[in-house]
């Protein structure tokens, strides 16, 4: 049995359970704290990121290219687009088309390329796109449709 002047087990665990509340609300406290101050963080992160971003995107507007678009992945990372690139479209035609980087119509296949490339195959007869029109936003005149990379 136990001693009359002795705390008994279910007083014990009682104030355990007690004491272990505390620490709950504690811990719970702290953690809401944490997120707060990561919250922050990551806003002042993505404005200090979207700054330099939004200049860019306003110096190439105004030079007639298209700003570099950025799409979230399935992996929580931002998906970058080239500014240019090229496809060849139709199964098994030597036909191509310059597209522009973020062009949903050049599919998984697009070759990226420079600007100065992109201009040089409008000159050469390369097709534009119909649906992103490259020619119209580097400038170039429309090239005649159909024409191949192999008829150069």
């Given amino acids: 049995m136990s001693d009359p002047g002795s705390i008994s087990r279910l007083d014990k665990l009682r104030a355990l359970q007690e004491w272990l509340d505390w620490q709950l609300r504690q811990t719970r406290g702290r953690i809401q704290q944490l997120e707060a101050q990561e919250r922050q963080g990551q806003e002042q992160q993505g404005r200090q990121r979207r700054a330099p971003e939004q200049q860019r995107g306003r110096e190439q507007r105004r030079q007639g290219e298209p700003p570099v ?79 191949s990379m192999n008829e150069s």
């Fill in 69 to 147: 678009e950025k799409k979230e992945s399935g992996k929580g990372r931002p998906r970058t687009f080239p500014d240019w690139g090229i496809t060849d479209i139709g199964v098994g035609t030597s036909r191509s088309e310059v597209h522009r980087g973020d062009c949903f119509a050049a599919g998984k296949q697009l070759r990226a390329i420079s600007r100065e490339q992109a201009l040089a195959a409008l000159a050469d007869g390369i097709q534009a796109c119909e649906v992103c029109r490259p020619d119209t936003a580097l400038g170039a005149p429309r090239s005649a449709p159909g024409r």
